[in-house]
């Protein structure tokens, strides 16, 4: 089973337990319109993961991990401040995608394919690793 298969049977899955649970019962408010909400959301992060460097992740269980976090973030926030929790779902998405463009102009690596991989792959790792400030220049430049 491969990953974008992987991700779509969790998510509906999820979507099903949500449409399924007696919401309500201890105070929480859920209206038929949090689903909309939940697809916007799934659909947004399924694009711009696939887009902008989602592929990359290793181990490879974290992919459909984060999807499931970033939805149960997503459905919190629903219950708790309803639509401003759009707020979330586009800007969570939207800064991440300028943090990708940003820093991949910067290490001269394409935004759109993360070609040069091995060079989109340094970077990576130096930042999930919280070396922000060498920024400059990766080996494969030197």
């Known amino acids: ?24 019962d201890h ?18 992060w399924l694009f711009s993961y696939r887009f902008f460097g989602g592929r990359f992740v290793r181990p490879k269980w974290k992919q459909p991990g984060k999807l499931i976090a970033y939805l149960l973030i997503t459905f919190v926030l629903l219950l708790t401040i309803g639509h401003f929790a759009s707020i979330f779902i586009i800007g969570h998405q939207a800064l991440g995608g300028i943090g990708h463009y940003y820093i991949c102009k910067q290490h001269d690596i394409d935004f759109w394919t993360c070609q040069p991989e091995e ?9 999930a690793a919280g070396n922000f400030k060498d920024n400059t220049k990766t080996k494969t430049d030197a």
Do not use: C, D, Q
Request: proline share 2%; glycine share 6%.
């Open 119 to 127: 060079k989109y792959l340094e970077v990576t790792e130096r930042w």
């Open 1 to 24: 089973m491969n990953l974008f298969t992987t991700i779509v049977l969790y998510s509906i899955l999820l979507t099903g337990l949500i449409i399924w649970a007696p919401w309500g």
């Open 27 to 44: 105070g929480e408010n859920f209206n038929f319109y949090h689903i909309y909400y939940l697809i916007a959301a799934v659909l947004i």
